[in-house]
């Protein structure tokens, strides 16, 4: 059975830094998809980070570029995200999520591409 498991959230001011972890288990992590997304109250899910984690490939929503980073563990079966110079609008609840049955190398970060999602982890930031 698959399970991503988050950690790490909490509440930080602004321009400060937290790291997010999702353990992940039940299948083979070397060759897969990996994404960070965020849902904010009243607001819909946005990609905020994805791996390819085959050759680490990785891409970055605009608003996040420059002060996030996504990373990843093969030996732990763990992906991280790095999350720098935080500000009041990064405040949302935090969601990893894994493709495991695209394409070879495939991984564009599209919601609907991802079958496994984790219970996610609450970021708030004050100002």
């Known amino acids: 059975q698959v399970q991503l498991v988050e950690s790490g959230g909490g509440s930080v001011q602004a321009g400060g830094s937290l790291r997010l972890s999702c353990a992940a288990s039940?299948?083979?992590?070397?060759?897969?998809?990996m994404a960070w997304f965020r849902q904010a109250p009243g607001k819909g899910r946005e990609g905020v980070a994805h791996?390819?984690?085959?050759?680490?490939?990785?891409a970055y929503a605009d608003s996040v570029k420059g002060r996030f980073t996504v990373s990843q563990d093969n030996a732990k079966n763990t992906l991280y995200l790095q999350m720098n110079s935080l500000k009041p609008e990064d405040t949302a609840m935090y969601y990893c999520?894994?493709?495991?049955?695209?394409?070879?190398?495939?991984?564009?970060?599209?919601?609907?591409?991802?079958?496994?999602w984790g219970q996610g982890t609450q970021v708030t930031v004050s100002s």
């Open positions: 999520a894994a493709d495991l049955y695209g394409p070879s190398g495939y991984c564009s970060g599209s919601p609907g591409d991802f079958t496994y």
């Open positions: 039940g299948y083979t992590y070397s060759s897969a998809c």
């Open positions: 791996i390819y984690t085959g050759d680490g490939r990785t």
